[in-house]
């Protein structure tokens, strides 16, 4: 139930299509099912054209305000392509077999687009200076290579696609003012590069052409069937177009080219010497020549097989308006009109135009048509408004052709009330109407610009006096309520009766005017007035007789066309029309007769009136369209210089809240950073005090380790010296009274001995640990200190690096960051001092540790003094013990012989031996034995001794050692530590930050 706008095949259902409707949707369809598939809506303007890509899966739909990329399997829109409201889109459309979209807007502006990435692959650059044209119609070969633009001009636009140059400019003949549509005739051995163009112009005739050699091929259509649009089957043997009378014709690509490729008659010749007439800043351009004329060809030596439509009954009476037979005679005409009354509405054109044998002059027509429409009817639409827009057209084409053909028409204001009956009626065929129009003008409207600008008063004395000699009772009426003939017959006169009449009375009416002298004219009009006679007198208002004569009455035509003739026959020669009145003249063929039976200095001056009072009214307009568009830019320009100070008072309201929010949080910030610093300087102080104390606690507890060791060590010494010499005299004191004493006394030692040695070793063991651990922990305390210093340097880069990145906006923070850096300075100061305090107290250790050493010498020294006058002393009592036991052997010997002597002597006197002797000589041979063992104990247990001050003096030595390499690596972290001092000095001489500028 809606216009169709836009049609689109080939979608990858091949039984789908696609159909733009006027209400701006878009719905598709099934051939199969003849069912509705979808019904597709988004655009806000009528849909001109519909793309379909290669593949058939997507489509474009184009209007005037947007391009719109649908999904046809989803039917769902994917992409919109929005422009400027006062930049609008001619077509948008898919390059064919490549992923290409070319948009054409109306400023002449051409984009390429990717279609997988919807990006701008390149713009078609502006064409050369003189060569611009409004672009309209668009095509492109199949290789998507050559791309032709035409528009309101006869020239076309020659782009190469892929070097994105104008290639070429072709001027078409001077017939075509304006390009309609534009289509590449397709070639199954070109590859796709198509060479030959049809060209549909202005004038209803399709040329085709070849884009190479310039060079006129074939035309279709002509001024009598004029080609309203036109379609190329793909492979390019078939041409299928729309005609204006509504007919569809199919034309054969095989049989036109032949038929063109014969010998031309040598009637034409090629007018145009393109070498004179090329301009010579254009080299681009072209002309189309040819060896024949421009008239568009038809064949007429060639049979074309056509498929004939049967014509029906009830056909339209245009259909056989173009046919042409001859053979008729008026006289037979007329009595088959008086048999039927009118002629038969399947023949009643041609009986039309062979009554007023209408020349069909082509040419002249075409020049009158090619002066434009004439100022005089520009703005008809305005006057006489019509809603069909092609009839209006029709109407405007044929007043400016009256206009051109004689300057009285433009300036008579019924001209468009007498030829609108015959434009309606010929709106197919403008030739045919024009040519009636003028037949009427010429025979029928005889004297009727006599009077000009004023009515034909002669025309209408003379159906006055008809009237007064067949109803002087009517006349008498009339010219009592003081009706003259310019309001009862002039309105019949100038509209023809189509105010008062219907179609068929109108056309039956017309076939009797035609058919009869042109005064029959005016005695219809008698007729109408002497049979309306009833209601006319009973009229007694002349409102009451104009409506009358400007709107449809209950009459009988018959009537009318009956007493028409009656009053031919009646009326008296002396009044009547036909002697005042020329016969019947036919427009001479050729060209068309001058009109000038006017007067013509009227004329001219209402024309130089015109003229004038028409370019005064331009220059008003002008002035006035100057003066809006000034005010127009005045109240723009204020609307841009409110909107731009409420701008700018939005930005500086913004910017003032920017800045109070910058200021809140550089605020913030800084109070942030405060609290920060101040955390930062309180855990830093705590950090230092913990430091502090756990090393003050570390020195204290080492130096007391240390002082405990000494003095343990000096008291196992004193106690194991005290311990040898209370063991030394006791052993001394017990020899001579308990002999077995002294193993026990010598394994005791020897215990003690093992036990000293073992204490000395884990002594010896423990002082390494704890030099170890000391180490460790200086180790320790360096990599902690070398961490701080790397941290110390990050912090202040940082530091540096934010304070000058922000140097320019915060020249409040250059104050904090000073005293910051003079902060870091002081506390690489005082870092530096409680090295330096540290490496003292280090040293004030090492020298302490150093006189201990030197203490524990000179008593080493002094006990091994002391042991070696032991030693000496024990030897001495070593000797005297010997000397005592010999002494004492001896003695114990002697006494043993004299008692042996004097037992012997007993026995001998009393003749019996004791027991005693062998007791006592077993005593005595143990006691021998123990004599015998006691040197012996003594020896061994005076080697014990030595062997013990031998492995007392390894011990000495070994703790030298110890202390040696001890002193050796202090000294290498001494070393050490003085180097990383240096290194950092060297590299903070100032200040720890770096002297570098940072840009943020």
Known sequence: MQPCTALAFNLRRRTEFLVALADYSIKCFDTETKELVSWMRGHDSSVSSISVHGSGRYAITTSADTAQLWDLDTFQRKRKLNVRQSVGIQKVFFLPLSNTIISCFKDNSVFAWEFDTLHCKYQLPTPVEGSVLLYKVF???????????????????????????????????AKVRAVRHLEFLPDSFDGGSNQVLGVLSQDNIMRFIN?????????????????????????????????????????????????????????????EDWSKCTPGANQLAMRVTSGRSDQPWKSKGTKIQTRLLKVQANSSLENKENELP?????????????????????????????????????????????????SAFVNIQK??????????????????????????????????????????????????????????????????????????????????????????????????????????????????????????????????????????????????????????????????????????NNLDIDVVIKKAYHLMEATPLDIHPQHMLDDFIPLTKGQYPAFNKYPKFIVDYQTQERERIRQDEIEYLRERQIAHEREAKAQERKAEDEAWYRKQELLQEAEEQRRKMLLE??????????????????????????????????????????????????????????????????????????????????????????????????????????HQRKVDLEDHLLQRLMEIEKEERQKAQTVAEENLARAEQKRSAADWRLRALQKLRSD???????????????????????????????????????????KAQLEEEQKAAAAADEHRKQFLDD???????LAEKLQRKEGTFSPFPTDLRARRTQGGVELQQVPRSGNICLNDLSASESSLHVSLDRRRDLARQERDLMAEVRQLRQKLTSRARAKHPTTPFPATKWTP
Request: hydrophobic share 40%.
């Open 139 to 173: 095509a492109v070969t199949r290789d998507g290579r050559i791309f032709v633009a035409g528009g309101k001009s006869n020239h076309l636009h020659l782009w190469c696609l892929e070097s994105k140059q104008l290639i070429r400019i072709i001027q078409m003949p």
């Open 211 to 271: 884009i190479e050699t310039c060079k006129f091929l074939f035309a279709i259509g002509g001024h009598e069937e004029g080609i309203s649009t036109a379609a190329i089957s793909p492979s390019g043997r078939y041409i299928a177009s729309v005609m204006e009378n509504g007919s569809l014709n199919l034309y054969s690509v095989q049989a036109l080219t032949q038929e063109g490729s014969k010998p031309l008659p040598p009637t034409f010749k090629v007018v």
């Open 326 to 374: 001859g053979g008729l005679k008026k006289e037979r005409l007329r009595a088959l009109l008086k048999g039927f009354g009118e002629y038969p509405a399947k023949y009643r054109m041609f009986v039309w135009r062979s009554l007023l044998q209408l020349p069909e002059n082509h040419l002249a027509f075409r020049s009158l048509i090619d002066k434009g429409t004439h």
């Open 383 to 552: 006057e006489y408004p019509i809603k069909s827009r092609k009839l209006l057209r029709v109407l405007q084409r044929t007043l400016s052709a009256l206009a051109h053909w004689s300057a009285i028409f433009a300036e008579t204001p019924y001209i468009p009330l007498l030829a609108f009956p015959f434009v309606k009626l010929f709106q197919n065929n403008q030739l045919i109407c024009f040519e009636v129009v003028a037949t009427v003008v010429v025979n029928f409207c005889q004297h009727w610009f006599e009077y000009f600008p004023n009515p034909p008063v002669n025309v209408l004395s003379m159906m006055e006096n008809v009237l007064a000699h067949h109803d002087k009772e009517l006349l008498e009426h009339l010219i009592k309520h003081s009706v003259t003939s310019q309001v009862y017959a002039w309105p019949l006169l100038e509209t023809l009766f189509s105010e008062v009449l219907t179609r068929e009375e109108w056309l039956k009416v017309f076939d009797n005017i035609f058919s009869n002298h042109p005064s029959y004219f005016l005695m219809i009009v008698v007729a109408y007035i002497i049979c309306s006679r009833a209601p006319l007198l009973r009229c007694n208002k002349t409102v009451d007789f104009e409506y009358f004569f400007h709107h449809h």
């Open 665 to 770: 949080e550089e605020e913030k910030l800084a109070e942030q950073r405060q609290r920060l610093a101040a955390a930062r300087r309180e855990l830093k102080a705590k950090e230092l005090q913990f430091l502090d104390a756990s090393r003050r606690r570390f020195l204290k507890y080492q130096q007391d380790r240390r002082q405990m060791e000494l003095k343990r060590l000096e008291d196992e010494i004193a106690r194991k010296a005290s311990i040898r010499e209370q063991e030394t005299a006791a052993a001394l004191q017990d020899v001579e009274a308990q002999w077995m004493e002294l193993e026990s006394q010598r394994q005791l030692f020897e215990q003690h001995l093992i036990k000293d040695q073992e204490a000395v070793t884990r002594e010896i063991k423990e002082e390494v640990d704890a």
């Open 828 to 870: 690489d100061r005082d870092r530096e001092k409680r090295y330096e305090e540290i490496a003292k107290v280090l040293h004030d250790n090492r020298v302490r540790e150093a006189e201990l050493l030197n203490a524990m010498r000179e008593a080493e020294e002094k006990k091994w003094k002391g042991v070696t006058e032991k």
């Open 895 to 901: 006494r043993m012989r004299e008692t042996l002597e």
